[in-house]
């Protein structure tokens, strides 16, 4: 299995910026694509942006121009840098992994989902 850990949530004033990042962990063979996903209060969970293991990046319509997402392959974690936040930004949230690891010798494939970590922007 793998494990996704989520950090750098908080509150910040509406054009403000966050940087979220999420460290993967486990019996990693290779990491396909990882993302990034939130849920609002009262709303269904949707994509924000993603990339593959080749750098592919898709985002959200509502976070092109304004969030960028990255990742450090040697280190396995991911990154969304998120700029001129809105209040219609706050939201948990999630980074999701699509990953090859090893579970009692076998290679396997799986999608993993981190806890999440809170944005609220606000003044």
């Known amino acids: 299995q793998v494990q996704l850990v989520e950090s750098g949530g908080g509150l910040v004033q509406p054009g403000g910026s966050l940087r979220l990042s999420c460290a993967s962990s486990g019996n990693i063979f290779s990491i396909v694509a990882m993302g990034w996903y939130r849920q609002a209060p009262g709303k269904e969970r949707e994509l924000v942006a993603t990339i593959t293991s080749d750098g592919a990046t898709n985002y959200a319509d509502s976070a092109q121009g304004r969030f960028t997402i990255s990742r450090d392959n040697t280190k396995n974690t991911v990154y969304l840098q998120m700029n001129s936040l809105k209040p219609e930004d706050t939201a948990i949230y999630y980074c999701?992994?699509?990953?090859?690891?090893?579970?009692?010798?076998?290679?396997?494939?799986?999608?993993?989902w981190g806890r999440g970590t809170k944005v609220t922007v606000s003044s």
């Open positions: 999701n992994g699509d990953a090859m690891y090893f579970s009692s010798s076998s290679l396997i494939r799986g999608v993993s």
